[in-house]
């Protein structure tokens, strides 16, 4: 089996991290936090994460400009973003740039969890161990 | 006002008619903001519930439109009153004012600086690592995932105690997982101090089951459907109610996670805020007793708009009915003439009707039609509909039996091909139904509203009848002053038909309590007798 | 007396900005539903239930618009009323006329299939059906299982909210791994689904309806409403054939399933189409003896005004051919001498001369069934005109059978155009070619939404930048000329997809083109002449505009709901009792309350002694402050002061960082007058010239938290700023008016050059009445809004003295690229 997925979440709301987090882990991810945008591409830059769950809105930097930074600096990661304030057109804007999904909040711990669980089977790897019990709905 | 003697002359003019329109569709409107209210509540109810990730953002956006709706519904308030009601606007901006007020409390201890001050490198403190969790977790057998509500969040494990089988709350041991189809007040309160974790078979997010194990902050998942027969007693199980998960066995792993690193097993600030801002916004504070409550004692939006669907009901009820002469279309019901119901049709298409009047069955308005034929199937079979083995039933079948002496009351209609407003004057008060049926699943609504006394009723307990029948009929019910309203919402047109036929037969039922007048320890047999005679 | 009645005294203002902040609301509620209403109708039946929901809310939603102008502007506009009666009546009866979807039958002998009963049957069966009642003997026998038939299919089995979700925000631009994932799930769903008892029984009925004697093996193909045969292959993915009678009902879950392969879903997609309502039914013929069979294009698709129909044809089975499995062999025929073939075969390599007057060797036709297949052709053609595409089988007892037939998409050389035939100059030209060809129409210029949705039938399009929202409009428009758009986006796939001449990335086009009322457009060539140059191009897209599915039956509800007549604020027929649609009362509404609002200093003045607190600043203008909302922070005792930072309103906030930029100054040669002064303003809107008033000294900033109305007396001249901006582009405005000054009539004619100038070059909609002018923004998002205010705070106190610093033309350039430059110091 590969290395374990790395799993970067952002938003500068802290219950979102806070909350994602023992979601992401209990399906193998490692986690890291950050409610600074800007702290989380530096990060970004120096660490392998192969998916990123950012807010849309935040201070400092949006959502759409990290995504654009992270694809640029590594194509193969998968971006999911969210957001409290859904429109269609940001979708499609997230969409285009290359997100890999757009979620609206306030959503379900399971609704995210699904996403990443795709991201990651899309990305090639062995789907996380916990995948086989998550497919029992 | 001229033009009010004018709206049911036969041939009114286009100038009445469009007065008409105008108020009845703003009424209606009014009456939809009242439902997105009511629907934001419901709404906010099940994100409190845990199973959301939710941030401040959500709370925000909430408080924004409830404050909006405020806004809308004062606004045709003063529309339908011709700005009798101002005041109304000072109100709205000072509850709108409180409910930021609310959300800038909620910050002031606040997430800016404790997250200034939180470590933003994310070094995890767990023992227990993901690969390992993750691996532990893909061994256990999943019981449920995603199968109820998250009632509180929290992880436990604990062998079940399974109340079903006929075992007291009180022999719960310590630390045990209580599992039952659902728990009274006492029970709950009894046990949810001892069990480790509550799954129940029923139950919602917003009930007391799910109030009293957040308090108690005893992870909870209810509404599982069938945990009381799946659970024995004895069986180990985990409960993650972080994600609305249960596993057979003792998962230590995910135990030992939460242990070391889990922040405590309090509402994060977020819940909080949302809490309280649902406690500013939306519970029904005023006219708990028997008068009129006034503008200055709401607390609430809720209140607000409450207080201003029944004054813009009053204002409707009064352009409908002030001129009881000749008016509208008669529809003839058969039977003796103990209400003379009049319809204005509002659509501009319709033909002029014969001068005898038309047959329930001629009324071109579906939501009138069904109406017309419950009031009318009543009146028309009211000693067949009626078990004369049953006491209240055939108390008030006696009442039925009306004598040619009594005033005829009055029903008053104006009525579209998919819409109908429909008022019953009565000696004290009067009824009202607004009914829209015939688009789709969404647009389908049915507003009514019955005044609290009926004839030599002190009590008020003609209302709590009426709020009885319609909360079984599975409208939502809000009282005020003993006068119910309620609201049904979302149901396909056929069955929004039935319902409003049930209403319809309902206005004829309370339309005369009878000489014994009602009383307020017979509600309950009453709503059972009302709900026996329609069956 | 309706609707007239409104509060008096000082409420006045607040009661006014509250009309106007519910009567934006209701605004913007109405052009969505308008745009979700306008892709149902598209190809949803009038009569079934999701269609009579929003035509409600529509009728009451413009109702209730009506009476909020009126009670802000007092009852000016009660001619609204009788305007929308007539639209509710004509809207009613329309209504009134459609059966209700559930009575209908679930199946029908493709006989009764007509064009009247296109949303019961589909394209496809519909036109079989027509031909069929016209020309018995060459189409087959068959029924069809109507649109009822699938829908109850949908609800038995409750498959509309799982599709209805798989496909939530699935759109062009969505992963292609995501959208192959949702359609095969969405296959998935239906071929697990059973076929309800009524629609099972509907086939046994169709069966019976051929007679004692029925086939026993059968074709199955969808018949799709909506479609109408438009998408270049379709029925090669969606038959079943060599179907038993017995297996009908599976052959037939398996065409629905076939709906949702990646094309047909991306070809709907593209058309706007919602996928769950979008009702489709299922056409039943015998399966026919076939000894050849083939395709006839009734025109060279390669050259439509040639004398040539093309024969595609194969021994056996078309399927065959179609699926790639055997080689046809095609001939041309000579369309005024049926039986004559005219040029070589494609596949044959003998040698075929123009008038050959044999079929090459190895075509399995005949000369004499050559000759009997180009008549028919031409008799198919006969009533609508257009060239055809038909499927055709010869049966081995030797008859010649139809069993598709749709109109024929083919290239037309003319339209494609040589070099321009004269040597005119034209109006605009260069970028790049999205899609070739010529086209004829109206100038529609477009920059919102709303502007776009306004296009008529047959217009050729001006838009600043081409995006995926042209796809509402591109089925009816015969041209697009965009400034900037992508040639690989997704507008330029759906100009593809609807054969639209396009050209993308025209500089300046808006600009160039801005005079011109009718347009020719040369999209190979690139270029764009002024005026109507080629009629029968113009023809051409008029039949083909007429032809789209959903509006052959000129249906009542488009017109009185969604079309918009109302388009120019500044023409005499935009009336009340000019509105004959929802749409126009909708338009009618917004663009009479903006202007109502724009008096709204005129009563400020009037409301007499009231509590008001000064703006303090270092900005030596005198401003009452007026809260109309919550804009202000609570009032302490006895407080009358304000500082520009505590007032919590952001279009306030970008129109005062405008006025306080660094570099701008407001310390003038001339003092502020406060008080004592006497000008003469135009304060109406619709004639600024007639009604005047006086000005008193004093100037107003009204706010609230998404508005500011800023009423000015600068010097000598006045000006008035308005402006609502919210979340939501659809409800902003900025309003800025501007007139008078000291000096004399030449100057202040040259300062209002130089305001409209930067006004216009900054994106603002500018009309200039001598020393008048008035500028607006509409419906954009909040910051270019925001924007607009910073600039116009800028503006006025630059634009102030500027009538004595203004000697000539040459002046106005000058000082308009400084102000644009940033360079404010030339105005002190």
Redesign the interface.
């Known amino acids: 089996m590969s290395e374990?997925l790395r799993v970067m979440v952002v938003?500068?709301?802290?219950?979102?991290?806070?909350?994602?987090?023992?979601?992401?882990?209990?399906?193998?991810?490692?986690?890291?936090?950050?409610?600074?945008p800007v702290?989380a591409l530096a990060?970004f830059a120096e660490g392998r994460f192969e998916i990123v769950v950012s807010d849309i809105?935040m201070r400092g930097m949006d959502g759409i400009a990290l995504l654009e930074r992270v694809r640029a600096h590594a194509p193969r990661a998968k971006v999911i973003l969210i957001t409290?304030?859904p429109s269609p057109e940001v979708?499609?804007e997230a969409?285009?740039k290359g997100a890999?999904?757009?979620i609206a909040?306030?959503?379900?711990?399971?609704a995210?969890?699904r996403v990443v669980e795709r991201a990651a089977l899309?990305l090639g790897e062995m789907p996380?161990?916990?995948?086989?019990?998550?497919s029992?709905? | 006002m001229s033009w009010l003697t004018r709206v049911f002359r036969r041939r009114a003019s286009g100038e009445d008619i469009t007065l008409l329109r105008l108020r009845t569709t703003r009424f209606r409107q009014l009456l939809g903001s009242y439902a997105s209210l009511l629907a934001l509540l419901e709404d906010a109810a099940d994100k409190q519930g845990g199973g959301y990730i939710l941030d401040r953002q959500y709370v925000i956006a909430l408080v924004e439109q409830v404050a909006e709706l405020a806004d809308a519904v004062v606004f045709d308030l003063n529309v339908i009153t011709s700005h009798r009601n101002l005041p109304f606007y000072e109100v709205a901006d000072g509850l709108r004012a409180q409910l930021r007020a609310v959300l800038a409390q909620g910050s002031g201890g606040g997430s800016d600086t404790v997250s200034e001050v939180r470590t933003q490198t994310a070094v995890p403190l767990q023992t227990v690592s993901p690969s390992t969790l993750a691996a532990a977790l893909a061994r256990s057998e999943v019981l449920y995932r995603q199968s109820g509500h998250v009632a509180c969040r929290g992880v436990a494990a604990g062998p079940v105690c399974n109340l079903s089988d006929g075992r007291q709350s009180g022999a719960l041991p310590p630390g045990s997982v209580l599992v039952a189809t659902d728990v009274e007040v006492e029970q709950a309160a009894l046990a949810a101090g001892r069990a480790g974790a509550i799954l129940l078979d029923l139950g919602s997010a917003a009930g007391t089951a799910a109030r009293l194990a957040r308090e108690l902050r005893v992870p909870a998942i209810l509404g599982l459907g069938d945990a009381t027969s799946r659970l024995a007693t004895g069986t180990e199980v985990t409960v993650d109610a972080d994600e609305n998960v249960v596993y057979r066995g003792r998962v230590n792993e995910l135990l030992d996670y939460y242990r070391s690193g889990r922040p405590g097993g309090e509402d994060e600030e977020e819940y909080q805020l949302l809490r309280s801002v649902r406690e500013a916004a939306f519970p029904l504070t005023v006219g708990a007793g028997r008068t009129e409550p006034a503008l200055s004692d709401c607390r609430t939006v809720r209140d607000l708009v409450h207080l201003a669907h029944g004054l813009a009901g009053d204002a409707l009820h009064e352009l409908l009915s002030t001129e009881r002469g000749g008016t509208g279309t008669l529809v003839r019901l058969g039977g003796p003439a103990w209400c003379e119901v009049r319809v204005v049709h509002l659509d501009g298409l319709h033909r002029s009707d014969p001068s005898g009047g038309i047959m329930p069955s001629e009324v071109r308005s579906r939501p009138l039609r069904a109406f017309l034929e419950g009031f009318s199937n009543h009146h028309g079979t009211s000693s067949a509909g009626h078990h004369g083995a049953d006491h209240h039933a055939a108390k008030h079948g006696a009442g039925e039996q009306r004598m040619p002496g009594l005033a005829p009351c009055t029903l008053r209609a104006a009525a579209t091909d998919e819409h109908a407003l429909a008022v019953m004057t009565l000696s004290r008060g009067f009824d009202m139904l607004d009914a829209t049926a015939g688009g789709g699943r969404e647009s389908n609504t049915v507003y009514c509203r019955f005044a609290a006394c009926g004839d030599g009723d002190p009590e008020a307990a003609r209302g709590a009848v009426a709020a009885g029948v319609l909360m079984r009929l599975g409208f939502a019910v809000s009282v005020m002053a003993g006068q119910a309203s309620g609201w049904l919402r979302g149901l396909p047109w056929a069955e929004t038909e039935d319902r409003v036929r049930i209403v319809g037969y309902l206005f004829a039922r309370l339309a005369r309590p009878g000489t014994a007048g009602w009383e307020r320890s017979a509600v309950e047999p009453d709503v059972e007798a009302f709900m026996r005679s329609c069956a | 007396m309706i609707a007239a009645t409104r509060p008096a005294g000082g409420d006045l203002l607040r009661h006014r900005y509250r009309v106007l902040r519910r009567l934006l609301a209701a605004n913007s509620e109405m052009l969505e539903l308008m745009a979700d209403l306008e892709a149902d109708l598209a190809h949803l039946d009038p009569g079934e239930r999701a269609i009579r929901q929003p035509v409600q809310r529509l009728l009451d939603g413009s109702l209730l618009l009506a009476e909020n102008l009126n009670i802000l502007t007092g009852g000016a506009h009660r001619a609204l009323y009788a305007a929308h009666a007539g639209i509710e009546q004509a809207v009613r009866s329309a209504l009134r006329a459609f059966p209700d979807p559930t009575a209908l039958p679930f199946v029908l002998p493709l006989e009764d299939a007509c064009l009247e009963r296109i949303r019961e049957v589909g394209g496809k069966a519909a036109n079989l059906g027509r031909l069929r009642a016209v020309i018995p003997a060459v189409i087959p026998a068959g029924f069809v299982l109507t649109t009822a038939a699938y829908r109850l299919f949908l609800a038995e089995n409750r498959l509309q909210e799982p599709i209805r979700k798989l496909f939530k925000d699935l759109s062009l631009i969505t992963g292609r791994r995501l959208f192959k994932e949702r359609t095969a799930a969405i296959r998935a769903l239906i071929a697990a689904s059973p076929v309800p008892g009524p629609v099972v029984e509907a086939f046994g009925a169709g069966v019976r309806l051929l007679g004692m004697n029925p086939p026993s093996l059968w074709a199955v193909r969808s018949s799709a409403v909506g479609e109408d045969g438009r998408m270049s292959f379709a029925g090669q993915f969606d038959s079943v054939l060599n179907v038993p009678t017995d297996a009908l009902a599976s052959a037939y879950r398996e065409v629905i399933a076939s709906r949702y392969n990646d094309h047909a879903v991306l070809y709907r997609l593209a058309g706007g189409f919602s996928e769950v309502d979008t009702p489709m039914a299922a056409l039943v013929m015998p399966m026919l003896d076939a000894r050849a069979a083939g395709v006839l294009y009734t025109r060279d698709p390669n050259d439509a005004s040639a004398d040539r129909m093309l024969i595609d044809a194969v021994a056996g089975l078309a399927e065959a051919m179609v699926r790639g499995g055997a080689v046809a062999s095609s001939v041309l025929a000579r369309r005024s001498r049926p039986g004559e073939f005219e040029a070589r075969a494609r596949h044959d390599q003998h040698d075929g001369t123009a008038g050959a007057r044999s079929a090459p060797s190895g075509f399995p036709l005949g000369a004499g069934e050559v000759r009997e297949l180009v008549e028919l052709g031409l008799r198919l053609e006969a009533p609508s005109g257009r060239p055809l595409d038909v499927e055709w089988v010869v049966t081995q007892g030797g008859a010649l059978m139809v069993v598709q037939c749709r109109p024929l998409r083919a290239v037309d050389r003319e339209s494609q155009g040589g070099p321009p035939a004269d040597a005119r100059e034209p109006a605009a030209k260069g970028g790049m070619t999205v899609f070739p060809g010529r086209a004829v129409g109206p100038a529609h210029f477009a920059r919102t939404d709303e502007e776009l949705m306004g296009a008529p039938d047959g217009a050729i399009l001006i838009v600043p930048q081409a995006g995926p929202e042209l796809a509402a409009v591109l089925p009816r428009v015969a041209g697009v000329v965009a400034e900037q758009g992508n040639p690989a986006g997704h507008a330029a796939a759906l100009i593809r997809e609807f054969a639209v001449p396009s050209l993308f990335g025209v500089p300046d086009a808006m600009g160039r083109l801005g005079s011109c009322h009718a347009l020719s457009l040369d999209a190979t060539q690139r270029i764009v002449f002024e005026g109507s140059l080629w009629p029968e191009v113009r023809e051409r897209v008029r039949s083909r505009i007429r032809h789209l599915p959903g509006r052959h039956l000129e249906n009542p509800l488009h017109e009185r709901l969604l079309v918009l007549n109302l388009t120019n604020p500044l023409a005499s027929t935009f009336r009340a009792s000019a509105c004959r649609s929802v749409h126009d009362i909708v338009r009618y509404t917004h663009e009479k309350a903006v202007a109502a609002m724009f008096d709204l200093g005129d009563d400020a003045g009037r409301q007499g002694p009231r509590r008001v607190c000064r703006l303090e600043s270092d900005v030596p203008l005198e401003l009452a402050v007026l809260d109309l909302g919550a804009a202000l922070p609570p009032a302490g005792h006895g407080r009358r002061t304000v500082r520009a930072e505590e007032i919590a309103s952001p279009p306030f906030q970008a129109l005062w960082r405008g006025m306080t930029r660094p570099g701008v100054s407001w310390a003038g040669r001339t003092q502020m007058g406060v008080g004592g002064f006497l000008s003469v303003v135009a304060s109406s809107m619709s004639d600024p010239r007639a009604a005047v008033r006086e000005v008193g000294g004093r100037n107003y900033l009204m706010v609230a938290p998404d508005y500011v109305n800023l009423n000015a007396r600068l010097a000598y001249h006045f000006a008035m700023v308005d402006a609502f901006v919210s979340p939501v582009p659809e409800n902003n405005f900025v309003n800025f008016r501007f007139r008078g000054g000291g000096a004399g009539h030449e100057r202040r004619s040259l300062r209002a050059r130089f305001l409209a100038e930067v006004l216009l070059r900054s994106g603002f909609g500018v009309d200039r009445r001598s020393d008048l002018v008035t500028a607006w923004l509409r419906r954009y998002p909040r910051e270019r809004s925001e924007e607009g205010l910073t600039m116009l705070g800028a503006l006025m106190a630059c634009a102030r003295q500027l009538d004595m610093l203004m000697r000539d033309e040459s002046a106005v350039r000058d000082f308009v690229d400084r102000f644009l430059q940033g360079d404010y110091a030339a105005f002190v």
């Open positions: 374990t938003d500068d709301e802290p219950i979102v991290g806070r909350r994602l987090r023992p979601v992401l882990e209990k399906l193998g991810f490692e986690v890291e936090v950050f409610e600074d702290l990060r809105r409290g304030h979708a499609a969409m285009a890999f999904e757009y909040k306030p959503f379900k711990t399971d995210l969890r899309s996380p161990p916990s995948s086989s019990g998550s029992e709905e």
